[in-house]
């Protein structure tokens, strides 16, 4: 490994590899292109390809593809490599403009919600200039926005890049009403921490519950979990050391800020964080991000685990979104300065938080809402499903004040003092952090907390894009028709403390007493799984504020909300499959294996002494009979709910029968299934135990 330096963004053709290779004109205009979202011309785009092609086979590229995101939550691509036929029987090296702005995947086979019919199989990928093409392996990716033939947004990236143009434009639009003549445009910057296990291989291959769906379906609590606080931030483990090693040099290779690294809470669990930067493309480096670890753990014998909850009883993997809104001249506008309570334009973005969480409380949920985030949120490792804000004790003071149109007194500054003389005195922060809080102000930022490990963060940046961009619009109106500019600032500020305040909570996010003042005397929403939550997206005032900003047309979101029920839906089916066929093939024949070699075993001691009871062959004979008993019939209940689900054409009605009926089976499975790990002989178990799994990686 050469110097971090030398290698970081090596295989990215970032501004440094365009400044190099392109004529100063075409590089000037590609930049206007990508800062300020400037029409692309067509003989720019010429330039760019041939420099690109030049610089990705220097590098040993053979291929290159159009790298996009279906609505499948993962990345797709398809290569083709840059030779063409020449005339005397040998091949060129190709690659035009047209082959960099425009590819054409089959689109029938993505999912569309209805948006394509099987037979239509035409779709588009479109270059994304804003992000940089970057290799991987011998192949350029080029990254790219998906479209059917009808033009209908069928991936994740042409929405978010809609959601960034929406908030640019009414920031800057609220900017220049408030005296900014220097904001050319604003842009939302997020730094998404990624949390992940890591397994072996090994064992992971023993475990059908992990290959098929990510999650183990069953496993007894191991003999000792998270109990004693000893695995977060702990010395790392010299196998997952050199794991991490290896995976910050690939990520840097591609220009992924990869910056924190460390042990989480639960045996096995680790957290990577990067440095911020521009919302599309944080997007597209945690896609990498999670692909690439998956790629680095193989190489060391492990197995990355994504799922929000791949083990019963630890904490479940979460990925903190911390999102901030920032001027192209350097301006952080949700940074509260010296003077928060005089800071306006700080003031008035953060009112548009506050009134566009509070407005889309069902967007945010349902953003994140997934069948493996459901198993998580709430658990006492993650926040609860009912959004709230907080802001902490000076922010809180300062609205409280402005609504009471009252001065503010300000916070005390406090030196911290530790009681020996050698160590540092330091200001304390005028506020604590609060982790079970769903989006938290923590300094410069908030932080979104309730996204799932393996979700795109683009859909949460969707929605939070959009409703604070809604919001601006909102005040930008009341300002332009206002005689007092100030005056109608402050009286903004005011309405929406007094109107929207309900959403800011400081407390305990895990007290059951929250839960219920928040729903009974707040009117807050709690929406505790998938099917409460995502049919909400079709509601009418969130149909409306998206086409009114332009992010999604009515078809868009109508098929995003079936396709994202249907998966829902087979995600849940495939475990319950998965459960049934563990138990009948699996679980069930050892139990049995077991009960008749204890059954021979008590034989055996009674010939030799007739009058013993052979208590122990015979109690745990007992109890395990009455378990394979349960079992037996709690899989064919199990297998009797799928064939319902199965027959349930409807997607809404089909995934309120999985909530209702489907998961309260599986649970009743698992319970008896890991009774019966716990009686049986290790030597006799199927499957390694959690206590394998999770400490397993020496």
């Not at 619009?473 to 100030?486: H, N, P, R, V, Y």
Request: aromatic content about 8%; hydrophobic content about 40%; charged content about 25%.
């Amino acid at each position: 490994m050469g110097t971090i330096t030398d290698i970081f963004g090596s295989m990215v053709f970032d501004d440094r590899a365009m400044k190099a290779s392109l004529p100063a004109g075409v590089y000037l205009s590609l930049k206007k292109t990508i800062d300020e979202g400037a029409l692309l011309d067509p003989e720019v785009a010429n330039s760019v390809a041939d420099a690109m092609k030049d610089w990705a086979i220097s590098k040993g590229a053979t291929h290159f593809t159009h790298w996009f995101q279906p609505l499948t939550g993962i990345t797709a691509e398809k290569h083709d490599s840059f030779i063409s036929p020449a005339g005397d029987g040998g091949v060129l090296m190709e690659f035009s403009g047209k082959n960099l702005i425009k590819g054409e995947p089959d689109a029938s086979s993505f999912p569309s919600g209805g948006l394509r019919a099987t037979f239509e199989a035409r779709g588009y990928t479109a270059w994304d200039p804003t992000s940089y093409a970057f290799i991987k392996g011998k192949t350029l990716c080029i990254p790219t926005a998906f479209c059917s033939y009808g033009g209908e947004a069928l991936d994740k990236k042409t929405p978010l890049l809609r959601s960034m143009e929406a908030l640019n434009r009414e920031s800057v639009r609220i900017l220049k009403l408030m005296g900014d003549d220097k904001v050319t445009y604003v842009q939302s910057s997020v730094g998404p921490e990624q949390e992940y296990f890591l397994v072996t291989r090994e064992m992971y291959d023993q475990r059908p519950d992990l290959r098929f769906t990510g999650r183990t379906l069953f496993g007894a609590k191991p003999l000792k979990g998270q109990e004693i606080d000893d695995h977060y931030f702990g010395v790392t483990k010299p196998k997952v050391a050199a794991f991490m090693e290896d995976l910050n040099e690939e990520l840097w290779k591609l220009g992924v800020l990869a910056k924190t690294e460390h042990n989480e809470v639960a045996p096995a669990q680790h957290e990577l964080a990067p440095i911020y930067t521009t919302t599309n493309i944080a997007t597209d480096h945690n896609q990498l991000t999670m692909e690439i670890m998956q790629k680095v753990a193989a190489k060391h014998g492990l197995v990355c685990l994504l799922h929000e909850k791949p083990f019963a009883g630890v904490n479940g993997s979460g990925k903190h979104n911390n999102w901030s809104v920032s001027t192209d001249y350097g301006v952080n506008l949700l940074s509260p300065g010296s003077t928060p309570d005089h800071n306006m334009k700080f003031l008035i973005f953060l009112c548009a938080v506050i009134k566009a969480v509070d407005d889309y409380q069902d967007l945010l949920r349902l953003s994140v809402a997934t069948a493996g985030n459901d198993h998580r949120l709430g658990a006492n490792e993650a926040p609860p499903a009912v959004i709230s804000i907080f802001l902490g004790d000076e922010l809180t003071a300062i609205l409280e004040s402005i609504e009471k149109n009252e001065p503010y007194a300000g916070t005390e500054k406090i030196q911290m003092k530790l009681g020996v003389d050698v160590l540092p005195k330091f200001v304390r922060d005028t506020t604590d952090r609060n982790r079970t809080s769903p989006f938290a102000f923590t300094g410069n930022k908030f932080e979104f907390r309730m996204l799932g490990s393996s979700n795109s963060i683009a859909c949460a940046n969707i929605m939070l894009n959009s409703a604070v961009a809604d919001t601006l619009s909102g005040f930008s109106q009341e300002l332009e028709t206002a005689k007092d500019i100030e005056e109608a600032l402050h009286d903004i500020i005011r309405k929406t403390v007094r109107e929207h305040k309900r959403i800011i909570f400081n407390g305990n996010g895990y007290d059951d007493s929250w839960i219920r003042e928040a729903t009974e005397q707040r009117g807050l929403l709690n929406y505790r799984t998938t099917p409460d939550c995502m049919p909400h997206l079709l509601d009418e005032k969130n149909v409306a504020m998206l086409t009114r900003q332009n992010v999604f047309s009515e078809a868009e979101l109508e098929s995003r909300c079936e396709i994202m029920l249907e998966n829902y839906n087979r995600i849940v089916v495939i475990e319950a499959n998965t459960m049934a066929g563990m138990a009948r093939a699996h679980i069930l024949p050892a139990v049995e294996s077991y009960c008749a070699d204890l059954a021979r075993s008590a034989e055996a001691k009674k010939e030799i002494a007739p009058s013993l009871r052979c208590a122990y062959e015979t109690d745990l004979i007992s109890r395990l009979s009455v378990l394979t008993d349960e079992i037996y019939e709690r899989v064919g209940d199990l297998e009797s709910a799928i064939r319902l689900v199965d027959d349930t054409p409807d997607v809404i009605e089909k995934a309120e029968l999985i909530r209702d009926s489907l998961l309260g089976r599986m649970s009743e499975l698992r319970i008896a299934c890991d009774e019966s790990e716990v009686l049986t002989a290790k030597s006799y178990w199927p499957f390694p135990t959690y206590s394998d799994l999770l400490y397993s990686v020496h």
